[in-house]
């Protein structure tokens, strides 16, 4: 199961038609306070969030789940407009796994949810 | 989308100086400067101008999808990604500069069919802005869309206040509909 998280319900539309066309159960919360919420009582294999959100941003949602060991190894995709190197260091020693910029390529983006869930 | 080459202009005008700055397909633009005045000519092109009337922040994009969008091919899958992505950059820009996205207002310009050959590009345009607006919750409170003319827009993005003309004989009308506009570094995944 992937948990999306994006502010956008365009972009969380367009995310969950790549990812099921390929197979994953996809799960979509619209900012990070709402999927901190879900992640109470459930556990993804892989969190993609956007960064640029309201309530909590991606970078306090990667903050939040590296603070907690339940955490730890799961994969975290950040995808995002931004493609500053400041944000996207920023994001790596928040403990992100990885930064896709958008518009994303639904075959790159597969491949990356392929490799860091394997 | 790109925020880069726009065309800037000074007129006098009242009390001082206003500066016009022109917002060219594949670009956005946001300020909540109360002497800028966004504009641009629109043929099949939509502009989306937002604001946010408390916070006095406003911007406009400019985009063309190439093929109607949607979910069922490839073709408007690829518009679908590209036209979300042009209205995430101008709400991100929007949410930067202040504004907050519950307050946001829309207006809609643009989407003529303009060429007899190409009659559903301009249709299609308009279709998915008012698609995107709705699934994302953002108020379209006005909007002058579709037909067969071109339209010049001015934005006053500060107070939200736009001036749409139908105009005839500009560049507009003789340019080619062209493909979305290429982002670099767009779909570049980096694992860490």
Redesign the interface.
Known sequence: MILTVD?????R??LR?ALTQRGYEVVEAEDGVAALEWLRDNSPGLVITDI?M?RMDGFGLIEALRGETRWDSTPILVLT?E?SNEK?SRA?DAG???????????E??A??VR??LH | MQRIDHQEFHIGAGSGIERRVNVLQGTSYVTGKPDIILTTVLGSCIATCLYDPIAHIGGMNHFLLSHPAG?NNSEG?ES???G??A???L??EM??AGA???RIRAHLYGGANLHSGMKTIGTANIQFAQ??LR???IPLIHSHVGGIDARRVDFRAQSGQARCRVVQNVEVLQRKVTPPVS??????????
Do not use: C, H
Request: a positive charge; zero cysteines; aromatic letters at 10%.
């Open positions: 502010d956008s319900k365009s972009m539309m367009l038609n640029n309201p407009t493609s996207k790596r992100a796994t990885g930064w896709i910029v958008k518009p994303f390529d639904p790159k983006l491949s990356a490799r860091v | 979910l899958a679908q990604r590209y979300v992505y209205m995430e950059m709400i991100n949410l930067k907050v996205r519950s698609d995107f699934d994302d919750g982002t670099k570094g767009s779909g570049d995944v980096e694992l860490f």
